[in-house]
């Protein structure tokens, strides 16, 4: 039988046949290969970029190899690099869908539309809806207009992707400034209602102005956006309420209008298809027309779901100070910031934001944010209240600034201030469980209002029954109002849902003692121990430890078990 070797072993084996190299250069390979792979399957794309980049310069082109390259240089925004080598590999006879919108993309970006129709209809093939999207708009481009027409309607009148065909049909004949035509799709006339994305409801409002409409514009921002600050619709909303005819700008010309056809693959692929493959869609977008922010800003949110908190910041900073989400990234840019460690200098960008951009809500409320999670509670509260001044009249959808405010008052000592932020909050918001049980905690914490605590945490519970934190607050209040018995399932049931959580270990403990089983009492101390408490918490678990809890109280001045029992608060 021939010797058997590992993947890497054989590998480096078939470089030594293949290419005529020196050992070391095979083992370089051996170990550039694995480094490579290694950096792809953690979406670190730099880093595959590098190594793979390093193979090709060696002279290890395979197809694998150049497809792997082609992959990490478009998650990177680098698609002349994708193009140079997608071009290797398909003079290698590779078939790949990444090398072809690398490909597809250089051709758009060039104005070569001829040769994209012809290579399409050679068999080079993304997927359908993209290679007939693209290939309307490239027949518009083309010069061919009517051949774009009838593109984008044989897509409209196939089942399921009738909107996309509509929409982009829309976009076209407004580009030629057809905006009657494109108007009667918008609004339904010609087809029945598609649903409109942030950017269909912009590209429509400018139509209706250019058609000498701005009060059906006005109302139909209205509509689509509320009134809520918005940079963009508040500056397309005065335009429109001045009188001026607002230019139709969303897509103005076929590369444009592909740009578009991956922005808006790349949004119905969100949540649908791997974040990796729905970030090179947004990548080709933001390529093909760089001041696509909406793009820039899907490529960078999902670039932090991937954990490449690096490279998303750098998406983010793309930005400029002068775009209507400007501020959008900003915040997106400090999240990143706080992801890799770097908090003071997140903070010090959310502060100046806050300068430059301290009229909208959200910025107030990064940043307040920001400084709860550090435990600057006492920073946090003034911000917090810029922005709820910020709120005219507040609704539902305001709660979490009362409640975030509660918990910085509360951490900060503030118990008057918290509780009536917390019961702001339930006005709003009523049945919220976050705030019933955070409030009804901090009730059986303080030994006040224990029952309105109870049934406080029960509502929160019947909420999220499967929230290990607030059956542990139910059992906790149960086990204050001296229902020991009672407490003992709840607390069991929290200890399965959160089973390294040092508080709810700890409180099971409580429990365990209380009903006389000391033994497990004990166990359950010792676990929350090793879960790494607070360390004002570890101090007092050791302490029961040694003396027990009920000592522990005695110690504290608290009252005792037996008269707690006995119907005390």
Request: no cysteine; aromatic share 8%; proline share 5%.
């Amino acid at each position: 039988m021939p010797p058997r070797h590992s993947p890497l072993v054989a590998f480096a084996l078939a470089l030594a046949l293949a290419f005529p190299v020196a050992a070391q250069d095979t083992e370089g390979a051996a170990g550039a290969y694995l480094a490579a792979q290694v950096a792809a399957s953690e979406n670190d794309f730099r880093e595959a970029a590098r190594w793979y980049d390093r193979l090709i310069q060696i002279g290890v082109n395979d197809p694998a190899t150049l497809e792997g390259a082609v992959i990490a240089h478009l998650s990177l925004g680098d698609f002349e690099r994708a193009a140079e080598l997608s071009r290797q590999l398909v003079q290698q006879g590779g078939r790949s869908q990444t090398a072809y919108i690398a490909l597809l993309t250089d051709q758009a970006k060039r104005g070569d539309f001829a040769p994209l129709i012809a290579d399409t209809l050679a068999g080079r093939s993304i997927g359908r809806l993209l290679d007939d999207l693209v290939m309307a708009w490239a027949a518009l481009g083309d010069g061919r207009m009517s051949d774009a027409v009838a593109g984008f309607d044989k897509l409209a009148a196939s089942p399921g992707l009738e909107a996309f065909g509509l929409y982009h049909k829309a976009l076209a004949l407004a580009s030629v400034g057809d905006f009657e035509s494109a108007d009667n799709i918008l609004s339904g006339r010609e087809a029945g209602t598609i649903a409109l994305m942030r950017r269909g409801a912009i590209a429509h409002a400018q139509i209706l102005s250019q058609l000498e409409r701005n009060p059906d514009a006005l109302a139909l921002l209205e509509q689509a956006f509320g009134t809520g600050a918005d940079p963009q619709i508040d500056a397309l909303r005065a335009r429109l309420e001045a009188g001026e005819p607002v230019p139709y700008d969303v897509v103005t010309n076929p590369v444009d209008g592909i740009a578009e056809v991956f922005f808006t693959l790349s949004t119905a692929l969100r949540g649908e298809a791997e974040d990796g493959y729905t970030l090179i869609y947004a990548r080709a977008a933001a390529y093909l027309r760089p001041d696509h922010s909406e793009a820039t800003l899907l490529a960078a949110g999902l670039l932090e779901s991937l954990d490449q908190y690096a490279l998303a910041g750098e998406t983010y900073a793309k930005i400029a100070p002068d775009d209507p989400t400007f501020h959008v990234a900003e915040i997106g840019r400090a999240t990143t910031l706080i992801a890799e460690g770097k908090t003071d200098t997140a903070l010090e960008v959310l502060q100046a934001l806050t300068r430059s951009h301290g009229q909208f809500i959200e910025v107030q409320a990064a940043l307040a944010d920001a400084l709860r999670r550090q435990e600057r509670f006492t920073d946090a509260i003034p911000v917090y209240t810029q922005a709820i001044d910020l709120v005219p009249e507040p609704e539902q959808r305001h709660w979490t600034l009362f409640y975030s405010r509660g918990i910085s008052n509360e951490r900060a000592g503030n118990w008057p201030e918290a509780e009536a932020d917390f019961r702001r909050a339930l006005e709003l918001n009523p049945d919220q469980p976050q705030v019933l049980n955070y409030l009804g905690y901090s009730f059986v914490d303080r030994g006040e209002n224990l029952d309105e605590a109870l049934g406080m945490i029960e509502r929160a519970v019947a909420a999220q029954p499967e929230a290990g934190y607030i059956i542990d607050s139910l059992a906790w209040a149960l086990f204050r109002l001296g229902r020991y018995e009672e407490a003992v399932e709840p607390m069991e049931r929290a200890a399965l849902l959160e089973p390294v959580d040092p508080v709810v270990t700890d409180h099971l403990g409580d429990v365990y003692w209380a009903v006389g089983r000391k033994l497990e009492a004990r166990f359950q101390w010792h676990r929350a121990l090793s879960f790494e408490p607070e360390e004002d918490e570890a101090i007092r678990i050791r302490r029961k430890l040694e003396v027990g809890l009920d000592a522990v109280l005695a110690e504290e001045g608290a009252k005792p078990l037996t008269e707690v029992a006995n119907g005390g608060n």
